[in-house]
């Protein structure tokens, strides 16, 4: 059974920074891809940064330079630290492999940007 368990979310003023962590429950991690996504209110789910087996990541425009996503192989946990944020990253977290598979989705964490 395939889990992942988002967490790390909150509220927090324009500026700063949170740390979203993803706790994964699948074989193989260590050999696969992962991303994290946002969906914000009203609109479609997207990638916002992504993870390679091998450590090589790539970002969302948006948040090039801002965000920056890791992996912990033995603790088969991916990371999102988020920093500088802006009220339009405003959404609820998730993580999944890349590309998602719709059967994977967790319940997310949401990240609330706002004075």
């Known amino acids: 059974q395939v889990q992942f368990v988002e967490s790390g979310g909150g509220l927090v003023q324009p500026g700063g920074s949170l740390r979203l962590s993803c706790a994964a429950s699948?074989?193989?991690?260590?050999?696969?891809?992962m991303g994290w996504y946002r969906q914000a209110p009203g609109k479609q789910r997207e990638l916002v940064a992504v993870?390679?087996?091998?450590?090589?990541?790539n970002y969302a425009d948006s948040v090039k330079g801002r965000f920056t996503i890791s992996r912990d192989n033995a603790k088969r946990t991916v990371y999102l630290q988020m920093n500088s944020l802006k009220p339009e990253d405003t959404a609820v977290y998730y993580c999944n492999v890349e590309p998602s598979i719709s059967d994977y989705w967790g319940q997310g964490t949401q990240v609330t940007v706002s004075s």
């Open positions: 699948i074989s193989y991690f260590s050999i696969k891809a």
């Open positions: 993870i390679s087996s091998g450590g090589r990541t």
